[in-house]
């Protein structure tokens, strides 16, 4: 049985399972696991944090679940005929196609937490019931991937143009050509790092400024917080080809997140294994940088504030040195954007990656890296 077969015969199992409390004069319900900082724990095999035991429903028992509970079964049915016509969809043409059926959401975010629903309801992730987002992140870089389209197979390299290649599931799944690398005489490969950038303006100031030759890396525009088959495939480059994943973010509570996802995964997604890269290091902008550059800054709003404080109790931020980045955040109580640094130049930030590629190597040879 393929995976689409298995998937569309729980569908009918629980399309089944409904219609028989209905007809015997029961509410239906369905349990799912709870998608919260609660209820994640930290896998020591995997390095990532993961969903727990802790379920919750979406019941017609009750008024205040019955519409989640109705659109849940309605996202079900449109992704039983996504599978029976072999079609895809992104997550925004889900959103719209509801109200063919009466099916309105009052919001992008409500159809994307009905999907995650049933994501936790098969125990797949949407890509394999043919849901996915739209792409908005994007890689540059001296790479040459094999990419396979139907019964075609092609070859492309990831810096044939600076606007860089989108990261969609075709790419996230393609082949690494190792052997389009070239190999320095220790047997490493001429590629020595991954720079994962939070914003498009400083994806596209690096490459102008010719970041991937200076550093020997690959660039990555996350697009804000990283979707996930971007963290996917930063999790490959850094395990297939064993090169170090640097982050370099918003010097905010954003940012700091960004990067704690790209790390350690996503609670809301923390029922998707396999996107976490533990080993990854946000290497600014910290707080301490806006004071040690003087880079133009804002001070924190109420809301970042409060994001902090949350922070301080999620059980991702529990080590101290990211309860120490919280102190300090809150202490100075400023924020600055990754473009700050052109106040000293547009190719001021080199100057600073420069330093920052310096000051890590010193300390993972003194061992005092963060976690």
Same mark, same amino acid.
């Given at each position: 049985?393929?995976?689409?077969? @298995?998937?569309?015969? *729980? ?15 029961? @509410?239906?319900?369905? @349990? ?33 679940? +019955? *519409?989640? #509970? ?12 996504? +599978?029976?016509? /072999? ?9 719209? !196609?509801g ?7 009052? =919001?992008? !975010?409500?159809?994307n ?8 309801l098969?125990?797949?992730p949407?890509?394999?019931?043919h849901? #996915?987002p ?45 052997e ?32 991937h030759?200076? #550093?020997?890396a ?14 996917r ?8 080809? /064993?090169l ?6 918003? /010097?905010?509570?954003r940012?700091?997140?960004i990067?704690?996802? +790209? ?10 294994? /396999? ?14 940088? +806006? ?15 409060? @994001? ?7 059980? *991702? ?5 990211y309860q =120490?980045q ?11 954007? !990754? ?15 420069? *330093? ?16």
């Amino acid at each position: 049985m393929s995976r689409e077969e @298995r998937i569309l015969k *729980r569908l009918r199992d629980i399309g089944e399972w409904i219609s028989k409390e209905i007809a015997e004069g029961r @509410r239906p319900y369905l @349990r799912l696991r709870e998608r919260s900082t609660s209820n994640i724990v930290y896998d020591e095999e995997s390095g990532e944090y993961v969903i727990a035991d802790s379920f919750a429903e979406r019941s017609a028992k009750h008024m205040n679940q +019955i *519409r989640a #509970f109705a659109n849940t079964v309605r996202i079900a049915m449109f992704v039983a005929e996504l +599978i029976r016509r /072999g079609k895809t969809a992104t997550l925004r043409e889900t959103y719209y !196609q509801g109200e063919a059926y009466g099916v309105f959401f009052k =919001d992008q !975010q409500e159809s994307n937490e009905r999907i995650m629903d049933l994501e936790t309801l098969l125990d797949v992730p949407r890509e394999d019931f043919h849901i #996915f987002p739209e792409e908005r992140s994007f890689v540059y870089g001296p790479l040459e991937v094999e990419v396979t389209e139907g019964h075609e197979t092609k070859r492309l390299r990831l810096d044939v143009i600076e606007d860089g290649i989108a990261i969609g599931p075709k790419l996230t799944t393609a082949r690494f050509i190792k052997e389009s690398l070239k190999e320095k005489h220790n047997g490493r490969y001429d590629i020595e790092r991954v720079i994962a950038i939070e914003s498009g303006g400083m994806f596209s100031r690096l490459i102008e400024e010719r970041a991937h030759e200076r #550093f020997n890396a690959i660039l990555i525009h996350l697009g804000g917080q990283a979707p996930r088959a971007t963290r996917r495939f930063i999790k490959r480059l850094n395990e297939e080809l /064993g090169l170090p994943v640097y982050i370099f973010t918003d /010097g905010d509570p954003r940012g700091m997140h960004i990067a704690m996802v +790209i790390k350690y995964g996503s609670a809301h997604a923390a029922h998707v294994p /396999g996107l976490a890269t533990p080993k990854a290091i946000r290497m600014g902008v910290r707080a301490t940088d +806006i004071q040690e550059y003087k880079l133009p800054s804002d001070k924190l709003s109420e809301i970042d504030k409060k @994001r902090l404080k949350d922070l301080r109790k999620d059980p *991702r931020y529990q080590h101290k040195f990211y309860q =120490d980045q919280i102190s300090t955040r809150l202490k100075i109580g400023r924020k600055a954007e !990754q473009q700050s640094f052109a106040r000293y130049g547009l190719a001021y930030v080199i100057n600073y990656l420069e *330093r920052k590629f310096r000051l890590l190597e010193e300390m993972r040879e003194e061992n005092r890296l963060p976690p």
